[in-house]
C-alpha cells in the first residue's frame, strides 16, 4: 500500500495522543519531570510540570496525526502545504528521538550483556524492578514512534519532491554514489570509531586498577564498591562497538570472514549493520543532549567524564558512516530500477572469476 508508513505513523501518533490525554484528563500517568523516579538521572523533560506537560504531549502528537493523514490524502500539495507538514513532522520526530529519551537507553544497552550473561546467576544484584520503570518504557516507545514517523517523512518528501519514494533515488545524486560515499565515508567512520576507544581505555584502565582521570582514593571506592566490574564490561562494549565501526569500512563488513563456519565468504546482510548502528546513533544522540542539559553539566569537563564530551560527534560521525555504508552497498532499486549513482557508466558484464567492485576498493 503507497501510505502505508504515513497511515503507520499517523496511528501511532494517534494511540500515543490519546494516551497522553488520558493524562492530562486523570492527571496520572506522565512518566517525566517530577513524576519520574529517577529524574536526577539528567532528563531532559525533569523540569516538566505533569499539567503542563500531558496536555502539549497531546496536542503534538494529535496534531502529528492529523498532519500525516493530510500527507496521505495529498500526493501533490502547494509549497506552503509541503513545508509546513514536513516542517512539524521533522521537528516532531527529532525530539521524539533524542530530546524525550535520556541517558538511560544508552545505558541499558551499555549493561544489556552483563544483565543477560549474568541473570541465570543473580548478577549484578540489582532490582529488574528499578531498570524497566514506566519512564524507560515511554522513552522506548518514543524512540519507536520517532523513526515511524522518520520513514513517513522521508518517504513523503521524496515523494514530493519527483525522486523514487523507495530509494530516493534521482539519477544525479553524485555525492550518493558508492564511489563518492567510499571516500567521504571513510574519514567519518575512522572518527567514529575512535570515540568509542577513547571512552573503552578510560574505562578498562580503572578496572586494570590504573587510575586514568580520577584520583586513586575514588578508584579504591569503586573497587569496594564492585564497580570496576561494570566499568570493564562498559570498556568491553564500548571496544567491540569501536571494532564492529571499522567494519563499515572493511571487507569482512561485507562478506563474512573464513572462520565463520557456515557463513564464511556469504554477504553481510546490509541491515545487520546498518540497523544496530543506526540505533547506537540514535541512543548517543539522545544521550549527548540529556547530558549537556543536565544540571551537573559542568562534572563533563572532569577526568572521569571527559569521554561523554565527544558524544555528539560520535552520533554524527556514525550516522553518517552507517549512510555511506548504505550506499556503497545498497542494490539497485526494486520500485524504480535506477541503479545508485554513478554506476550507469560500468560494464554490464564482467569476466568469469572477476567480482565486481563495491565501492571498497578505495579501502
Not at 197 to 225: H, K, N, Q
Request: net charge neutral; proline share 8%; glycine share 12%.
Amino acid at each position: 500500500m503507497k501510505d502505508a508508513k504515513l497511515l503507520t505513523a499517523a496511528g501511532w501518533a494517534a494511540g500515543y495522543g490519546t494516551l497522553a490525554l488520558g493524562w492530562a484528563i486523570t492527571g496520572r500517568g506522565f512518566p517525566y519531570g517530577p513524576n519520574d523516579p529517577d529524574n536526577d538521572l539528567g532528563s531532559t523533560l525533569r523540569s516538566v510540570d505533569p499539567d503542563v506537560g500531558s496536555p502539549v504531549f497531546a496536542a503534538v502528537l494529535l496534531t502529528t496525526a492529523v498532519a500525516l493523514l493530510i500527507a496521505a490524502g495529498t500526493p501533490a500539495p502547494s509549497r506552503p502545504v509541503r513545508y509546513a507538514v514536513l516542517g512539524l513532522l521533522w521537528l516532531v520526530a527529532g525530539a521524539l528521538l533524542i530530546v524525550v529519551p535520556d541517558t538511560r537507553l544508552l545505558a541499558l544497552a551499555g549493561y544489556a550483556p552483563m544483565l543477560i550473561i549474568g541473570l541465570p546467576f543473580g548478577w549484578p544484584p540489582v532490582d529488574y524492578g528499578d531498570i524497566f520503570t514506566w519512564t524507560l518504557g515511554n522513552e522506548v516507545l518514543s524512540v519507536l514512534g520517532g523513526v515511524l514517523i522518520v520513514r513517513a517523512a522521508l518517504a513523503w518528501q521524496r515523494r514530493t519532491a519527483g525522486a523514487c519514494e523507495a530509494c530516493g533515488r534521482t539519477g544525479g545524486d553524485d555525492w550518493t554514489s558508492p564511489q563518492a560515499a567510499a571516500r567521504w565515508g571513510r574519514v567519518v567512520t575512522l572518527i567514529a570509531a575512535v570515540i568509542p576507544a577513547l571512552y573503552a581505555v578510560s574505562r578498562l584502565s580503572w578496572a586494570l586498577g590504573i587510575p586514568l582521570g580520577i584520583d586513586s582514593t575514588f578508584l579504591g571506592e569503586m573497587r569496594t564498591e564492585g564497580i570496576l566490574v561494570a566499568a570493564a564490561g562498559l570498556g568491553s562494549f564500548a571496544l567491540a562497538g569501536s571494532v564492529l565501526t571499522l567494519g563499515l569500512i572493511q571487507r569482512w563488513g561485507e562478506r563474512f570472514p573464513r572462520w565463520m563456519i557456515g557463513l564464511a565468504g556469504r554477504p553481510v546482510p546490509i541491515r545487520l549493520a546498518t540497523v544496530p548502528a543506526t540505533v547506537v546513533t540514535i541512543l548517543v544522540g539522545a544521550a549527548s543532549v540529556a547530558l549537556f542539559t543536565a544540571s551537573d553539566a559542568g562534572n563533563l569537563f572532569s577526568g572521569a567524564s571527559a569521554p561523554a564530551l565527544m558524544w555528539p560527534l560520535w552520533s554524527v560521525t556514525l550516522g553518517l558512516a552507517t549512510y555511506a555504508y548504505h550506499l556503497r552497498r545498497r542494490p539497485p532499486c526494486t520500485v524504480c530500477g535506477r541503479p545508485a549513482a554513478g554506476e550507469q557508466d560500468q560494464p554490464e558484464s564482467v569476466p568469469e572469476g572477476v567480482v565486481p567492485s563495491t565501492g571498497a576498493g578505495a579501502y
